[in-house]
């Protein structure tokens, strides 16, 4: 019985330490925009060049999708996945103490190169490991993400109020994720082939793969027009979450703390993923996509309108809104893309869609960054407002005619 039982546990070290390197990814991810203010005035650096260091390490991000699934493919996820991580580990380390401005970049676009390999392969691995559960699965591990941005702002807050152990006291937010990261790295690479051995430790037998399959998947105009929907999400939810910090104090007049209060609400309501997860499970994904892009557009439309005319109660509620749609989409996204690409090619053919929606998303904070010392935030928030309402529209038009 007791060897049952240990057996039964021991199937949740995939779905738990995969999901706690994601937590990491997004930790140190989300830990720059609450140090903007701060890095500007250490630094002395504008917006822009903040904006557009920061879609440094969301390009490199973005490009490293379809690599690591296509790797996936071919050869190995544990591998991939904890060589992306310890790398990762590695980006976090060299920011806990002073350095020059290049040094900071250079950290970023390390951390930008390891975190591009968790979410493809990561899905890929879990969609296999639990296949009977895709949506929950999927829901519990972009949960376990989302929480990095929950826990960095107020990491931030409370380093930066402490002595810095190597450098200045925000630093130490990533010297604590860097030996994090490299512990749990070790872990799942010690117990995950364990538990996933068959199921998607060796990868398939992909070597033979011709990139021409890769890209039949985009000639099917309901696939094409799905990945319009992600590429439109990502657009205007990188810049929206790279900058909202920034846009609650400049623009709607809110004090630093607050700020990253509501920042952190943002991803508070995570939780949201595991209910829209196993929805999707019961109804499909469809329509629960179509729903929770809608609610994330009225979310950050309120966020403007209310700019200038409300506190931060009103403010709070449009951004918890914001979350709850934005994060409510996201595992069902991957679960509905998961079951429409062949399994021989899940990770190369989600790592080249996942590449084109982080390369939006990658260059939307260099834009708003543009556009805010141009036209004003308010503009810029306008457009990203729209991207998710053209979003919404095209699901809810795939949903009609499914």
Not at 368 to 382: H, K, N, Q, R, Y
């Amino acid at each position: 019985m007791g060897r049952s039982s240990s057996g039964r546990l021991g199937r949740f070290d995939a779905i738990v330490l995969t999901s706690t390197l994601w937590f990491l990814g997004k930790f140190v991810r989300f830990a720059f925009p609450p140090l903007f203010e701060r890095i500007a005035d250490v630094y002395e650096v504008s917006t822009a060049v903040l904006g557009t260091a920061f879609s440094g390490l969301l390009l490199v991000y973005a490009v490293l999708q379809f690599p690591s699934g296509l790797l996936a493919d071919r050869f190995s996820s544990v591998t991939v996945i904890g060589s992306g991580a310890a790398l990762a580990a590695l980006g976090a380390l060299a920011l806990a103490v002073d350095g020059p401005f290049v040094l900071l970049v250079g950290a970023m676009l390390t951390i930008g190169a390891g975190t591009g390999t968790l979410k493809t392969v990561g899905v890929r691995l879990l969609s296999r490991a639990y296949p009977r559960r895709t949506g929950r699965t999927l829901g519990v591990f972009d949960t376990f993400g989302t929480f990095g941005g929950v826990a960095a702002p107020a990491a931030v807050v409370a380093f930066s109020g402490l002595p810095g152990l190597l450098g200045a006291g925000w630093r130490t937010t990533f010297l604590a994720a860097g030996i994090t990261g490299v512990a749990v790295t070790a872990a799942f690479v010690a117990r995950v082939p364990e538990r996933v051995s068959d199921v998607d430790v060796g990868g398939t037998d992909a070597g033979g793969i011709p990139f021409r399959k890769y890209a039949a998947l985009f000639r099917n105009p309901r696939f094409s027009a799905f990945v319009a929907v992600t590429v439109l999400f990502s657009f205007a939810y990188n810049a929206a979450i790279a900058f909202l910090p920034l846009y609650l104090t400049r623009e709607a007049g809110l004090g630093s703390a607050t700020a990253s209060l509501l920042f952190s609400a943002l991803f508070a309501v995570s939780l949201v993923q595991l209910f829209t997860g196993e929805m999707s499970d019961r109804t499909g994904e469809l329509p629960v996509i179509a729903v929770t892009l809608g609610l994330a557009t009225v979310g950050l439309g309120s966020v403007v309108l209310l700019t200038g005319v409300a506190g931060a109660i009103p403010l709070g509620a449009a951004i918890v809104c914001l979350g709850l749609g934005s994060h409510g989409y996201r595992p069902v996204r991957s679960a509905y893309l998961m079951s429409v690409i062949p399994a021989s090619v899940a990770g190369g053919s989600l790592g080249a869609v996942r590449t084109l929606l982080m390369v939006a998303g990658a260059s939307s904070p260099a834009l708003v960054g543009f556009l805010s010392e141009t036209a004003g935030f308010e503009p810029a928030f306008w457009l990203l407002t729209a991207a998710l309402g053209l979003g919404t529209v095209i699901s809810v038009v795939l949903w009609a005619f499914e």
